[in-house]
């Protein structure tokens, strides 16, 4: 994208997050919803696309533009980046990097304009960052595959209309191989979507476990078409580590508000008759923070633009998610005792930063996998003994 095109764009959603989602963020997290109308405006913002090459409808960012709108999106609830996450991310990279011509043709367009929206189906009970132990399963039968099993915590599934379903289509194989991927529409006999998850926070974001009951899809269901029959794994690993950088950078966006929420309220609120900021001990607490946010910035857009280049999409994009996710759960846990017991009240919107962070360490790969992942890169052969 033209510098000035992608300026216009980040001014453009920095004035849309700020003046019309952070005085509804309230409203979102008791409700656990997002109005109809932010929902059309971000239709209209073409954010449903952002990572969808542009042949395709979307606007076609590349990592490096991407990440610098994920900083504007962190600086809000979580939620709103969840309505249109899986479609640019984990969900909609599926197509872009695994499917056919004729598959990316026949939703890619309408995953970007917001007709539809996808979902991840890889996280079961017994197999999380780890899919090894996927036991989801697809039987050929005549020209079709039966699928049967169950997701769990899978993001945006109640409102899906296609959930990308990981599958073992080669029981024989073994850990991550004899994987495969289906395009599932919503309605599709079988398919059973179970109530909303009530989580810790990031409410407005909706999850729910997936069931598969001999659901049957046609041979063009198969993601890559025969071709990409046991290549499933391969096709998640790419597109989590494209989601790795994007979250990396969503927390980034998120430490920025909570540095910015911490000063505020430290120039503000008085304590024996003059301001919190004027103490040296509460200064640390704000210096700490705002390093960490620089040392998380820098490390995303290294990262982001290793990724465009190609030389680095393994590493680097679990060193950024595996940083700033441990990041901005420190910065959260300062700006709570920077406000005191207002830090723990509902209604301020430290205390439910604190509550929506956590969840960064865990999905799209733990900070443990991301921890496996890095020392394997650096280590090569030797880590594995």
């Known amino acids: 994208m033209d510098p000035s095109d992608l300026a216009?764009?980040?001014s453009a959603v920095r004035t849309f997050v700020r003046n019309e989602v952070v005085p509804l963020e309230e409203k979102i997290d008791a409700e656990d919803a997002v109005p109809p109308e932010v929902v059309a405006a971000c239709k209209d913002m073409g954010l449903y696309g952002f990572a969808i090459p542009e042949e395709y409808g979307g606007l076609g960012l590349s990592m490096?533009?991407?990440?610098?709108l994920a900083f504007e999106l962190g600086w809000t609830t979580p939620a709103l980046r969840s309505?249109?996450?899986t479609n640019n991310g984990i969900a909609g990279q599926v197509l872009v990097t695994g499917g056919t011509d004729e598959q990316r043709r026949a939703w890619l367009p309408r995953l970007a304009s917001g007709e539809v929206t996808a979902s991840f189906g890889l996280t079961e009970a017994d197999a999380g960052s780890d899919p090894s132990t996927l036991s989801t399963s697809a039987r050929r039968d005549g020209s079709d595959w039966v699928i049967n099993g169950s997701k769990r915590y899978i993001t945006n599934s109640p409102l899906a209309d296609v959930i990308m379903v990981f599958a073992r289509t080669n029981p024989d194989a073994p850990g991550n191989r004899g994987i495969s991927t289906f395009l599932v529409p919503a309605g599709t006999p079988g398919l059973g979507i179970g109530p909303r998850d009530h989580k810790m926070g990031?409410?407005?974001?909706?999850?729910a476990d997936v069931h598969l009951d001999d659901v049957r899809v046609p041979a063009d269901a198969l993601v890559g078409g025969e071709d990409g029959v046991d290549k499933g794994f391969v096709t998640a690993a790419k597109c989590l580590a494209h989601g790795r950088?994007?979250?990396a950078a969503l927390c980034v966006g998120m430490a920025a508000r909570l540095v910015h929420e911490s000063v505020e309220f430290a120039r503000t609120r008085e304590q024996g008759g003059k301001a919190i900021a004027s103490f040296q001990l509460i200064q640390g607490l704000i210096a700490d923070s705002v390093t960490d946010h620089y040392a998380g910035r820098a490390t995303v857009l290294e990262v982001a633009r290793?990724?465009?280049a190609g030389t680095d999409r393994i590493q680097g994009p679990s060193a950024a998610k595996y940083f700033a996710s441990e990041m901005v759960g420190r910065v959260a846990d300062r700006a709570v005792q920077i406000h005191g017991g207002a830090?723990?009240?509902r209604g301020v919107p430290v205390e439910r930063f604190y509550r929506d962070?956590?969840?960064f360490r865990i999905y799209e790969g733990t900070s443990q996998i991301q921890q496996v992942i890095i020392a394997r890169q650096a280590l090569g052969s030797a880590a594995r003994g």
Not at 64 to 68: A, F, P, S
């Open 306 to 308: 290793a990724y465009d």
């Open 343 to 345: 830090g723990y009240m």
């Open 202 to 207: 990031q409410f407005g974001a909706w999850t």
């Open 357 to 359: 962070a956590r969840l």
């Open 8 to 10: 216009d764009v980040l």
């Open 83 to 85: 309505l249109f996450g």
């Open 64 to 68: 490096t533009e991407e990440v610098q």
């Open 245 to 247: 950088v994007h979250i």
